[in-house]
């Protein structure tokens, strides 16, 4: 029931407002305003000041009704038609017929010219030249550097298209290049004056109109195919058609149409609204036969044409354009095979260094394997030292003993060169660990002057494929005057090497961003253990964003203490041997505000470095 009553109030409301709308809308006290787009031929400012007048004659002619002016262009017009921003429209027959193809539109009057004896058919083009033109002729335009409105524009372009059409051009393929630069109109002819193209496409009496206002010189400008029909008062090259039209969207209540219909009828010639839309009136709508059939020869005339032919003719248009299309077809061969052949020379070079890249890894992984069997031999040849040791000395007491209880004829002889070969081969075998122990010493004897940033970037470069291969983010900054150094550039590299490498590893699992952060400072002050040192300091340090240190630093630093599942616990060992051999201290800690380690290691500067 409840529904039922609303559907019954609903059905009140819209017959209420229907009969409102139909029958007397305007006479009421409250103001209703229509916009009517007007096209702007002469641009914005010149359409407002030629229309407003009309405007103001129909709100006073309409009262409880105002009327706005709105100049647009061809593409604004049909825009805000379809929108439903403007209500009534003035404009071409051409444009009035395609507007009605897709929206429901009323003719309401057609325009009588203020000029030609208030003829209705005033629209038509005129192709214009400067004077002392070589064009003389339709068919000296064949190819020419052509201005217009816009291509809908029926009396600025598409009339001159029909004319060509007749004459047995085609229309579309007549002319070299079209440049369309819309509205205002002068622009055209000025193009004309100051030679920038051949020929102007403009709208019936366009140029006596500029001429009457003092912009240009009749004399200076002809009118191709020029012809003045008996009556009027202008130039014409194409045939005339009806002029501008007023026509209203279907939105628009009937009362309001009607009632606009009669106001334009009953302008008068000399009011202000006529005289300054420089018009004597408006007539019932003329036929648009002639518009019909222009635009159906235009649609026939624009099927498209074979490809070949818009290749051809394109070729003839952008000659320039078109030999450099063929030289780019030409020559991308020959450039296709340059570049094959550049790829193949960086290739190459990639490859050799690839296996540059091989080749240090071996001699890395060689060095890491002399190191660690160094490492070891010191060990073994320290632990074997003292057994050896033992058993010369008690070979050495056994022949002594037995010499003071046993007279030396009683002395057994196989028993007395069984303990003398012991005691050779003791010696012999003390002799060869300290041989090893000498040569394990000698290993880092290799000092010299040297720069720590050449180091850094050599085991760098060993170090590259691992960086990419873990997507690790590399930064490298050097701070101060590079300066050499006493040291040995095998030892440093192998510390430098192996602290780069233990970063790396130590990002693998890091599933986050993975950064390795080198800080190279060739100027710096002392550690804290070495503050009271007299010498210069340079600091290296590396920073990671791996797992950090799990370990107590003086457990890591021992030897065969390693947290890697395949490490030997060597490394760091090695590491720390060699930075002491350098005077140098080497520490390690975790970061404080992110997980990751960070290693600095300080090198002194010995004035007597040529001594060390």
């Known amino acids: ?204 009496c366009t140029l006596e109109e500029m001429v009457d206002e003092g912009l240009i010189g009749r004399d200076d400008f002809r009118v191709i195919n020029g012809q003045r029909l008996k009556g009027y008062d202008c130039d014409t090259s194409t045939t005339l058609y009806p002029n501008w039209s007023f026509a209203a969207s279907d939105l628009v209540p009937s009362p309001i149409t009607q009632k606009l219909t009669q106001a334009l009828f009953e302008l008068s010639a000399d009011s202000n609204a006529a005289i300054t839309a420089r018009l004597m009136g408006w007539t019932s709508p003329v036929s648009q036969l002639t518009v019909i059939r222009l635009y159906d020869e235009l649609q026939l005339q624009n099927n498209p044409p074979p490809l070949y032919q818009v290749a051809v003719d394109w070729f003839k248009r952008q000659r320039q354009w078109a030999w450099a299309l063929l030289l780019i077809i030409v020559g991308a061969p020959f450039y296709h095979l340059w570049l094959e052949y550049r790829f193949r020379q960086k290739n190459e070079h990639l490859l050799a260094a690839e296996r540059e890249i091989k080749e240090k890894e071996l001699q890395l992984e060689r060095m890491q394997s002399a190191a660690i069997v160094g490492e070891i031999g010191a060990g073994l040849a320290h632990e074997l030292n003292q057994p050896i040791a033992a058993i010369t000395q008690y070979s050495e007491g056994a022949l002594m003993l037995l010499q003071q209880q046993a007279q030396p004829n009683a002395l057994p002889n196989e028993l007395a060169q069984v303990l003398a070969k012991i005691h050779t081969q003791s010696l012999r075998a003390g002799g060869v660990v300290h041989r090893i122990r000498g040569l394990l010493k000698q290993r880092r004897s290799g000092f010299q002057f040297l720069l720590l940033g050449e180091l850094l970037e050599d085991a760098l470069v060993l170090l590259h494929k691992s960086l990419e291969q873990h997507q690790i983010e590399l930064k490298v900054t050097i701070e101060g005057e590079a300066t050499r150094f006493y040291g040995d550039s095998v030892g440093l590299s192998q510390v430098l090497v192996n602290l780069l490498k233990n970063a790396i590893d130590a990002m693998e699992d890091n599933q986050d961003e993975r950064q390795l952060l080198v800080q190279l400072h060739y100027q710096t002050a002392a550690p804290v253990e070495q503050q009271q040192s007299p010498h210069s300091w340079l600091l290296l340090q590396i920073t990671d964003s791996g797992s950090g240190l799990s370990k107590p630093v003086e457990a890591l630093m021992q030897s065969f203490a390693s947290t890697k599942e395949n490490g030997l616990g060597l490394g760091l060992a090695i590491c720390r041997d060699v930075v002491l051999e350098h005077h140098g201290v080497l520490q390690l800690k975790n970061r404080s505000t992110q997980r990751g380690c960070e290693v600095s290691l300080w090198l002194p500067y010995f004035p007597e470095q040529g001594q060390q």
Not at 146 to 174: H, M, S, W
């Open 1 to 204: 029931m409840r529904c039922l009553l609303w559907l019954l109030l609903l059905g009140y409301c819209i017959k209420v407002f229907a009969n409102t709308t139909d029958a007397e809308m305007g006479d009421y006290p409250i103001e209703a305003t229509f916009r009517v787009g007007v096209l702007a031929n002469h641009g914005v400012n010149q359409g407002i000041m030629r229309w407003q007048p009309m405007m103001d004659y129909l709100s006073d002619r309409l009262p409880g009704n105002r009327f706005e002016v709105v100049p647009l262009t061809f593409k604004q017009m049909d825009q805000q038609l379809i929108e439903h921003r403007i209500q009534f429209i003035v404009t071409n027959p051409g444009q009035y017929l395609n507007l009605s193809n897709q929206l429901p539109l009323s003719w309401l009057a057609t325009m009588r010219s203020r000029k030609h004896n208030g003829a209705t058919y005033a629209i038509g083009s005129a192709i214009i030249v400067r004077a002392d033109s070589a064009i003389q002729t339709i068919a000296d335009l064949h190819n020419s550097t052509i201005v217009a409105t816009d291509p809908e524009a029926l009396g600025g372009y598409q009339a001159t298209i029909g004319l060509l059409n007749k004459k047995g051009f085609e229309g579309n393929r007549f002319f070299g290049t079209v440049h369309f630069l819309g509205f205002p109109l002068e622009p055209l002819v000025y193009q004309v004056r100051d030679g920038s193209v051949d020929a102007a496409i403009t709208p019936f």
